[in-house]
Nanobody, 115 residues
Framework: QVQLVESGGGLVQAGGSLRLSCAVSGSIASINALGWYRQAPGKRRELVAVIPTGGTTNYADSVKGRFTISRDNAKNTVDLQMDSLKPEDTAVYYC?????????WGQGTQVTVSS
């Protein structure tokens, strides 16, 4: 089992920045990948960024060059630095961990970008 707790969401003006953090606990040794997803009202949940264990990061085209995912193995956290935010980035952001055939999700944190 893996537990995930997100923090750092909030309200920001367009062009601003936010940093989301996800605290990871539990059976973390066998995690294959950590990532951030988001879901806007009326839309499907979508990948924002993923960082596989020992692999290269991957970003959605819509956030490339603006968002940066990072993992701190000493602190057991995975962060998402979001710069140059746009109103269309407004969504609930979820942290996800993949372990073998299983996926674990955090409770989500709201990000609202005003125009």
């Amino acid at each position: 089992q893996v537990q995930l707790v997100e923090s750092g969401g909030g309200l920001v003006q367009a062009g601003g920045s936010l940093r989301l953090s996800c605290a990871v606990s539990g059976s973390i040794a066998s995690i294959n990948a950590l990532g951030w997803y988001r879901q806007a009202p009326g839309k499907r949940r979508e990948l924002v960024a993923v960082i596989p264990t020992g692999g290269t990061t991957n970003y959605a085209d819509s956030v490339k060059g603006r968002f940066t995912i990072s993992r701190d193995n000493a602190k057991n956290t995975v962060d998402l630095q979001m710069d140059s935010l746009k109103p269309e980035d407004t969504a609930v952001y979820y942290c996800k961990a993949v372990q073998s055939w299983f996926a674990f999700w955090g409770q989500g944190t709201q990000v609202t970008v005003s125009s």
